[in-house]
C-alpha cells in the first residue's frame, strides 16, 4: 500500500498541539484552519483514509464524489485563471 508512516511536519504539528494541550487544559484551538488546510496534513489524511478503504464520513461524500468535485474546481480556476491572464494582457507561461 505504501508507507503510511506520518511525515515528520505532520508529528511536529501534532506534538506541539498536544504539548499545548497539556500545558493549558482549558485552552481552545479556535485557529487551526490554516493548519488543517495544509498540503502535508490533507495528503497523510487522504492516504489514511485511503487505507482504510476511504468509507464516507458524516457528509456521505466518498472519494469519487471529492475527486469529481476536485476536477471541476480545478477546471473552473483555470478557465478563472486563464481570463485573468488574458483581460490582464500578460501572456500565460505554460507551468
Same mark, same amino acid.
Given at each position: ?25 482549558? @485552552?481552545?484551538? @479556535?485557529?487551526? @484552519? ?12 487522504? &492516504? ?19 475527486? +469529481? @468535485?476536485?476536477?471541476? &474546481? ?9 481570463? &485573468?491572464?488574458?483581460?490582464?494582457? #500578460? +501572456? #500565460?507561461?505554460?507551468?
Amino acid at each position: 500500500m505504501g508507507d503510511l508512516s506520518t511525515p515528520n511536519s505532520v508529528q511536529k504539528l501534532q506534538t506541539a498541539l498536544h504539548a499545548k494541550a497539556k500545558a493549558e487544559p482549558g @485552552y481552545r484551538f @479556535y485557529a487551526l @484552519y490554516d493548519k488543517i488546510g495544509r498540503e502535508d496534513i490533507l495528503a497523510h489524511a487522504c &492516504a489514511q483514509c485511503r487505507s482504510n478503504k476511504g468509507a464516507p464520513g458524516v457528509d456521505r461524500q466518498d472519494f469519487e464524489a471529492v475527486e +469529481a @468535485y476536485a476536477l471541476t &474546481a480545478f477546471i473552473k480556476l483555470s478557465e478563472v485563471e486563464g481570463c &485573468a491572464a488574458v483581460a490582464g494582457g #500578460r +501572456a #500565460r507561461r505554460p507551468d
